[in-house]
């Protein structure tokens, strides 16, 4: 894959960037500008190159027309602050506010367009729907930089498409991404842990399978590990249950226990009456959940489990937190497994940290970002990496030049 050097000169060239702007909002306001500062660097170096640089995103998952909700507008705002300069906004993608601010950009000058989605062709399932919105995109400049890991797993417009059409290369932050994610597969350093949690097991099964062939230990909290709870055959209450993927977890467990995989499951959990964060709550034995409550968290015990599964470790990806963090009763599990990190990563581990709502929680719960390995900006693709698929918006780079 080539990178941004790899380029040449690009003083006053039209450089389009595809960056994963995808940060969460409340109203107008940015909750958690974590995507917005990891894109930076690789922007900037382009800036500082004297290239024209038309970032373009999506926000949010718009249905293809524009949704003042999901304006990219108070992103352009953040990403100036962030750079330290202007970043002038499009009020859309590919229209004529777009090609007007495109043919009025100086050298190292930054244009923002407005959200990719609120064009049906970005993801579009037509290969000629998308080709046709990727050509416009094309239209705006000479170069591209796919640097928007969070959808490489995608095969969208301004991620597969474009780059067929553009000379390309590779911006740092994927290739970043990518090192780590080839660290994780290509013999890593062991004793290797992956820490499992969120909300769904199904949005995770293929990547287990994978896992029990790379992995020593695999430890499962969260929404998710009620369906193992109960392929154990225990009663979890009313808490999260695919009962559907029960046989699946099963077949796991069995080859979990065949292939020398160790799987930790928690010990003791958070049950609450209700999903809120003043509902009555007590810490019992996992395999106790009383009928009429729901786990939301790993409980103390499994805590300390999980922090010493985790101590003799060098090599950590954790994706999915252990609970409903965003609730503070039911937030001590998280913070313990990031606590345990923490520590692995000063003794020199290889520690990261994938899946937005885990970036998110490491960070409200007052964790910096240097205090791991590596946080990754992309959760869906770095599982997707990790469960050996193809990332489409990897492969086209890889390919070359058109
Ligand atoms: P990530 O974005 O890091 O990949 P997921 O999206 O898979 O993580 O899951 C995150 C969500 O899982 C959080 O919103 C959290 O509240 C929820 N969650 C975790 N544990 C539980 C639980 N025991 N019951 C219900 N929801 C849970
Ligand atoms: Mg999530």
Redesign the pocket.
């Known amino acids: 894959m080539k990178t941004i050097s790899d380029l040449g000169d690009l003083r006053g060239k039209r450089v389009l960037v595809r960056s994963d702007l995808n940060v969460p909002l409340d109203g107008s306001t940015i909750t958690d500008d974590g995507r917005i500062r990891a894109s930076a660097p690789t922007i900037k170096t382009l800036a500082d190159a004297g290239a024209r640089v038309l970032v373009c995103a999506h926000l949010g998952r718009p249905k293809g027309a524009p949704e003042a909700k999901y304006s990219l507008a108070p992103v352009a705002e953040r990403l100036g602050e962030v750079l330290g300069t202007e970043v002038l906004f499009a009020e859309d993608t590919v229209g004529d506010d777009a090609k007007a601010k495109a043919a009025a950009l100086e050298d190292g000058q930054v244009l923002l367009l407005e959200n990719l989605r609120f064009n049906s062709g970005e993801t579009a399932k037509s290969d000629d729907e998308r080709a046709e919105f990727a050509g416009e995109l094309a239209s705006l400049a000479d170069v591209f930089v796919s640097d928007g890991f969070g959808v490489v797993h995608r095969k969208q417009a301004s991620v597969y498409d474009v780059a067929r059409l553009l000379p390309h290369a590779t911006g740092g932050l994927v290739s970043t991404e990518v090192d780590v994610l080839r660290r994780l597969t290509k013999d890593p350093e062991r004793p290797y842990a992956v820490v499992l ?4 097991v199904s ?2 099964l293929g990547v287990i399978g994978n896992l029990l062939g790379t992995a020593d230990r695999l430890l499962i ?6 369906t193992f709870l109960a392929a154990q055959g225990h009663e979890v209450g009313k ?2 249950l695919e009962a559907d993927q029960i046989d699946t977890v099963k077949g796991y467990l069995e080859r979990a226990e065949e292939e020398g995989v160790e799987i930790v499951l928690p010990v003791d ?1 958070v049950a609450a009456d209700a ?1 809120s964060a003043d509902a009555d709550h007590e810490v019992v034995p996992a395999d106790a959940i009383p009928p009429d409550r ?4 790993i409980g103390p015990e499994s805590s300390r489990l999980f922090a010493q599964k985790l101590a003799d470790c060098r090599t950590v990806f954790w ?9 503070a009763p ?1 937030a001590a599990g998280t913070k313990a497994v990031a606590e345990a990190l923490v520590d692995v990563t000063k003794g020199g581990a290889l520690t990261v940290v ?8 490491v960070r409200q719960l007052g964790f910096a970002d240097d205090n791991f390995g590596h946080i990754s900006t992309g ?2 693709a770095s ?1 997707e990496y990790l469960e050996g698929k193809e990332l489409p918006g990897l492969t086209v780079l890889e390919e070359g030049d058109a």
Do not use: R, T
Not at 197 to 200: H, I, T, W
Not at 294 to 297: P, S
Not at 319 to 327: D, L
């Open positions: 949690g969120g909300a769904k949005d995770k909290g969260g929404g998710m590990v009620f808490s999260l959990v999903f729901m786990g939301l968290d994706n999915g937190p252990m609970g409903a963090f965003e609730m039911y994938g899946g937005g709502d885990s970036a998110a929680a959760g869906g599982l």
